[in-house]
Nanobody, 121 residues
Framework: QVQLVESGGGLVQAGGSLRLSCAASGSIRNINAMGWYRQAPGKQRDLVAAITSGGSTNYADSVKGRFTISRDNRENTVYLQMNNLKPEDTAVYYC???????????????WGKGTLVTVSS
């Protein structure tokens, strides 16, 4: 089994910062890409940032220059440092991990349950 535990969400004023973390545990191994998605009420779930096993990163245009994604392969953890937060960043943030688990030969996507980020004006 695979478990993803997210933390770091909360309430912050515009211009403030938060740091999200997502730790993968269980049978997962050979983790490939890791990333963060977000979903606001009435909106689709969209990519915020992703990072490959080689360290290449990809960001949504709306967060470039403000957010930084990183990973710790020893701890199987992905982070999202969010600076200069804006009210439009308010959403539930979901962790995604792509990797091989159990006795499977192929990689699969695993999702966290989400953590709420609320940015006030």
């Amino acid at each position: 089994q695979v478990q993803l535990v997210e933390s770091g969400g909360g309430l912050v004023q515009a211009g403030g910062s938060l740091r999200l973390s997502c730790a993968a545990s269980g049978s997962i191994r050979n983790i490939n890409a890791m990333g963060w998605y977000r979903q606001a009420p009435g909106k689709q779930r969209d990519l915020v940032a992703a990072i490959t096993s080689g360290g290449s990163t990809n960001y949504a245009d709306s967060v470039k220059g403000r957010f930084t994604i990183s990973r710790d392969n020893r701890e199987n953890t992905v982070y999202l440092q969010m600076n200069n937060l804006k009210p439009e960043d308010t959403a539930v943030y979901y962790c995604l991990v792509n990797g091989v688990a159990g006795f499977s030969y192929y990689a699969n996507d695993y999702w966290g349950k989400g953590t709420l980020v609320t940015v006030s004006s």
